[in-house]
């Protein structure tokens, strides 16, 4: 999170009633700001979570599932892309009232939130000494403003569901090598392919054990999805996988991945065709690198928002919804802050770390397809200024997997060593029972 008035250490000790009224004005302010940044949002009326129950009635109906085919007017045409295990999971929905499918996604999505800032706060609160239910209810409500928040609630998406299958495991299981760890990146990759870049993380981790149980658990839930919709699965497998027109265009300014950017910059021709791969290539080996560092010095935070940046990098389409992955990043630059503020000679950096999460966190919060210059028709960018503004989180992206610093493991606390006890003076002829120990 970007630095905060009134985050310092627990409760104002000079003036209690003044640091009171400070924070509650701040969280009104907070509160009172989430409103204004929806009300744009709103006209997605959940628009992509009822694509997603009008594919599943077709699908109800006996259609073929991947026939589904809707208008619209900036993709030309919409589908269904999800693999088949997201369909199974789905189609029971169908069968509820669509505002029951509203409410329930958007009710799971910010407890997803909620469950997800806590964690990733939680270590910061205590190596700090914040104050922790202050902290956690301000970074609650950082992250409900930032527009990938905003565009997942109101789009009806289903991002944060995945998130909190990915840091289950990669703040939990993988560092505890639990027996379960692999399997929610697993699970998040058969439900949604994005997720497999964390297999290829806990490669790079040497996290061998988890790398195979995070590709068998995906196998696995493929191979069931397979046996309840055959059909289904193998035409995904097979065809539409490959099929990345299903998915929208490319140029679109809501396509924040290194494939956009190059796609905005030659629209209305197309990018030269090695330019992307080579560009990929580059950003996976350096980007997968420090993601690797980062886990092999035990800063699973920063190593999961590498990997998660590099994902949203190197795919042909990443909407804004799709990358979460600045808010961990955050948390590394304010723990990162903090820490050097704490230490003599370094309060400077700290500053200027603190200023660097902000100066990250308020451009993702305004966001770019709050911008409706490039709306319907593909235009090309025409000068340095819409260049910066049309891609703004690949820019930023890029330059978190140089910049995001990789702190250095917390040490395990040691126990304070307890006060001798005085020596007990044995009566004559007995012998101690300090002596009998020591014997």
Same mark, same amino acid.
């Given at each position: 999170?970007?630095?905060?008035?009134?985050?310092?250490?627990?409760?104002?000790?000079?003036?209690?009633?003044?640091?009171?009224?400070?924070?509650?004005?701040?969280?009104?302010?907070?509160?009172?700001?989430?409103?204004?940044?929806?009300?744009?949002?709103?006209?997605?009326?959940?628009?992509?979570?009822?694509?997603?129950?009008?594919?599943?009635?077709?699908?109800?109906?006996?259609?073929?599932?991947?026939?589904?085919?809707?208008?619209?007017?900036?993709?030309?045409?919409?589908?269904?892309?999800?693999?088949?295990?997201?369909?199974?999971?789905?189609?029971?929905?169908?069968?509820?009232?669509?505002?029951?499918?509203?409410?329930?996604?958007?009710?799971?999505?910010?407890?997803?939130?909620?469950?997800?800032?806590?964690?990733?706060?939680?270590?910061?609160?205590?190596?700090?000494?914040?104050?922790?239910?202050?902290?956690?209810?301000?970074?609650?409500?950082?992250?409900?403003?930032?527009?990938?928040?905003?565009?997942?609630?109101?789009?009806?998406?289903?991002?944060?569901?995945?998130?909190?299958?990915?840091?289950?495991?990669?703040?939990?299981?993988?560092?505890?090598?639990?027996?379960?760890?692999?399997?929610?990146?697993?699970?998040?990759?058969?439900?949604?392919?994005?997720?497999?870049?964390?297999?290829?993380?806990?490669?790079?981790?040497?996290?061998?054990?988890?790398?195979?149980?995070?590709?068998?658990?995906?196998?696995?839930?493929?191979?069931?999805?397979?046996?309840?919709?055959?059909?289904?699965?193998?035409?995904?497998?097979?065809?539409?996988?490959?099929?990345?027109?299903?998915?929208?265009?490319?140029?679109?300014?809501?396509?924040?991945?290194?494939?956009?950017?190059?796609?905005?910059?030659?629209?209305?021709?197309?990018?030269?065709?090695?330019?992307? /791969? #080579? !560009?990929?290539? +580059? %950003?996976? $080996?350096?980007?997968?690198? @420090? &993601?690797?560092?980062?886990?092999?010095? =035990?800063?699973?935070?920063?190593?999961?928002?590498?990997?998660?940046?590099?994902?949203?990098?190197?795919?042909?389409?990443?909407?804004?919804?799709?990358?979460?992955?600045?808010? /961990? #990043? !955050?948390?590394? +630059? %304010?723990? $990162?802050?903090?820490?050097? @503020? &704490?230490?003599?000679?370094?309060?400077? =950096?700290?500053?200027?770390?603190?200023?660097?999460?902000?100066?990250?966190?308020?451009?993702?919060?305004?966001?770019?397809?709050?911008?409706?210059?490039?709306?319907?028709?593909?235009?090309?960018?025409?000068?340095?200024?819409?260049?910066?503004?049309?891609?703004?989180?690949?820019?930023?992206?890029?330059?978190?997997?140089?910049?995001?610093?990789?702190?250095?493991?917390?040490?395990?606390?040691?126990?304070?060593?307890?006060?001798?006890?005085?020596?007990?003076?044995?009566?004559?002829?007995?012998?101690?029972?300090?002596?009998?120990?020591?014997?």
């Amino acid at each position: 999170m970007p630095a905060l008035p009134a985050l310092p250490r627990n409760d104002d000790e000079d003036d209690p009633a003044g640091g009171t009224v400070r924070r509650i004005a701040l969280l009104s302010v907070l509160a009172a700001a989430l409103p204004v940044l929806y009300l744009p949002g709103l006209v997605h009326n959940f628009f992509d979570l009822k694509i997603y129950m009008s594919a599943m009635d077709w699908w109800n109906s006996g259609q073929h599932l991947y026939d589904y085919a809707q208008s619209d007017p900036v993709q030309g045409t919409l589908y269904f892309t999800y693999p088949p295990l997201t369909a199974l999971l789905l189609r029971p929905f169908g069968l509820l009232p669509l505002w029951a499918t509203i409410a329930l996604f958007s009710a799971l999505s910010v407890v997803a939130v909620v469950v997800t800032t806590r964690w990733l706060v939680l270590p910061l609160i205590r190596r700090h000494r914040l104050d922790r239910w202050f902290t956690l209810t301000v970074a609650t409500l950082l992250v409900l403003a930032l527009e990938s928040t905003r565009e997942t609630i109101t789009f009806g998406q289903i991002n944060m569901l995945l998130v909190v299958l990915i840091l289950a495991d990669l703040l939990f299981a993988v560092p505890g090598r639990r027996r379960w760890a692999g399997v929610g990146v697993g699970l998040a990759t058969a439900l949604k392919l994005f997720p497999g870049i964390f297999i290829v993380y806990l490669l790079v981790a040497r996290r061998w054990r988890a790398a195979s149980v995070a590709s068998a658990t995906a196998a696995v839930a493929t191979l069931v999805a397979a046996a309840f919709a055959p059909q289904a699965s193998w035409r995904f497998w097979t065809h539409e996988l490959w099929a990345t027109d299903r998915v929208g265009r490319l140029d679109y300014t809501g396509n924040q991945s290194l494939q956009g950017m190059l796609s905005r910059l030659a629209v209305p021709q197309e990018p030269a065709a090695l330019l992307w /791969p #080579a !560009l990929a290539a +580059l %950003v996976v $080996a350096y980007g997968m690198w @420090r &993601a690797g560092r980062a886990a092999r010095a =035990r800063d699973w935070t920063a190593g999961l928002a590498l990997a998660g940046l590099v994902g949203a990098l190197i795919s042909p389409i990443t909407w804004t919804h799709h990358v979460y992955w600045f808010v /961990p #990043a !955050l948390v590394v +630059l %304010v723990d $990162a802050g903090l820490r050097a @503020r &704490a230490t003599p000679g370094r309060s400077r =950096r700290g500053a200027w770390l603190l200023a660097f999460a902000a100066g990250i966190y308020l451009p993702i919060t305004y966001g770019v397809v709050s911008f409706q210059k490039w709306g319907v028709a593909p235009e090309p960018t025409d000068s340095p200024g819409e260049f910066l503004v049309r891609n703004m989180y690949v820019l930023l992206a890029l330059l978190l997997l140089v910049v995001l610093p990789i702190r250095p493991a917390d040490r395990e606390p040691q126990p304070e060593p307890e006060p001798p006890a005085s020596p007990e003076v044995a009566p004559k002829g007995q012998t101690s029972p300090d002596r009998l120990q020591s014997r």
